[in-house]
């Protein structure tokens, strides 16, 4: 589980590179931006999955966790079980573990809450690119309309005019 620890933030960083280099680079137009969305979009797919993975890995963790806790604690009470006073220390110390068990989880949730609105962030820009991509596209088209008409009208001024083409 240790190796899954760093790639979290591993992830994070590499994100931020990337949307850095692609959305600096998206002034060369639709084709550019496309591709970006393409990228910014393969990356969330892969955060989305490794992040599931985490997500089960600490999952099993946690499971493991507790079983290891109230095994301890029940080898603990068979010990003792004739002592009233360590039977309820070790009840106190059971308790106190499942509090713990119980922080680390909401902690864990918090974390992996926050991990996917990085990715929901990561679809929304990819998102937006592409309707940047087909906002440059279509203007793209407008230009060319209006300059062929200013051509066109060009050329039948100078035609009326007497002048050739």
């Known amino acids: 589980m240790n190796g899954h620890i760093g790639r ?3 992830i994070h960083s590499a994100a931020l590179l990337m949307l ?3 959305t600096g680079g998206c002034a060369g137009g639709a084709q550019v931006e ?3 969305a393409d990228s910014v979009e393969l990356l969330g797919a892969s955060m989305s999955q490794v992040l599931a993975e985490y997500h089960a890995d600490i999952a099993r963790f946690d499971e493991a966790r507790q079983q290891a806790a109230v095994q301890a604690f029940i080898e603990r009470v068979r010990t003792d079980f004739a002592d009233n006073e360590a039977t309820e220390a070790h009840a106190e110390a059971f308790r106190q573990a499942l509090q713990h068990l119980e922080a ?4 864990a949730w918090e974390r ?6 990085n990715v929901a962030t990561l679809h929304e820009i990819a998102e937006n690119l592409r309707r940047l991509a087909l906002d ?5 088209d407008d230009v060319r ?3 062929g008409e200013v051509m066109e009208q060009a050329s039948a001024k100078r035609v ?3 002048e050739r083409p």
């Open 145 to 147: 309309r209006y300059f």
């Open 20 to 22: 850095t280099v692609l």
């Open 8 to 10: 979290i933030p591993a």
């Open 160 to 162: 009326t005019n007497g």
């Open 104 to 107: 680390d989880r909401r902690t």
């Open 136 to 140: 440059s596209i279509s203007m793209d």
């Open 34 to 36: 496309l591709t970006a």
């Open 112 to 117: 992996y809450s926050a991990s996917l609105e």
